[in-house]
């Protein structure tokens, strides 16, 4: 399985982007996709998971309200829609596949992760 996350850019404060993980095989729709991010000299932080069917969401507590993960089975994809930035969201960003069809915030359960998009938000 190979994951392809796409979307970033810059971006300023109070903006929003929407970023895509594209799958590339179909088999990966049955696992949960998560969305992580790492910021220069942070460690990666967990943002947000979805079930295989997108019936269950998980959000960093953090984070719930601004961010919101969704799927499309048909395209293989998962999204993350990104509102009302800070500069401190500036990272980069990046999909992976969880082993099994229920996600959850640990890194080391997520089997199949994509490059990474660069997000920067200018104040």
């Known amino acids: 399985v190979q994951l392809q996350a796409s979307g970033g850019g810059l971006v300023q404060a109070g903006g929003s982007l929407r970023l895509s993980c594209a799958a590339s095989?179909?088999?990966?729709?049955?696992?949960?996709v998560g969305w992580f991010r790492q910021a220069p000299g942070k460690e990666r932080e967990f943002i947000a998971t979805?079930?295989?069917?997108?019936?269950?969401?998980t959000y960093a507590d953090s984070l719930k309200g601004r961010f919101t993960i969704s799927r499309d089975r048909a395209k293989n994809t998962v999204y993350l829609q990104m509102n009302t930035l800070k500069p401190e969201d500036t990272a980069v960003y990046y999909c992976?596949?969880?082993?099994?069809?229920?996600?959850?915030?640990?890194?080391?359960?997520?089997?199949?992760w994509g490059q990474g998009t660069l997000v920067t938000v200018s104040s």
């Open positions: 992976a596949a969880h082993r099994g069809s229920y996600g959850s915030s640990y890194a080391p359960d997520y089997i199949y």
């Open positions: 095989r179909r088999t990966s729709s049955n696992n949960a």
């Open positions: 979805i079930s295989w069917n997108g019936g269950s969401t």
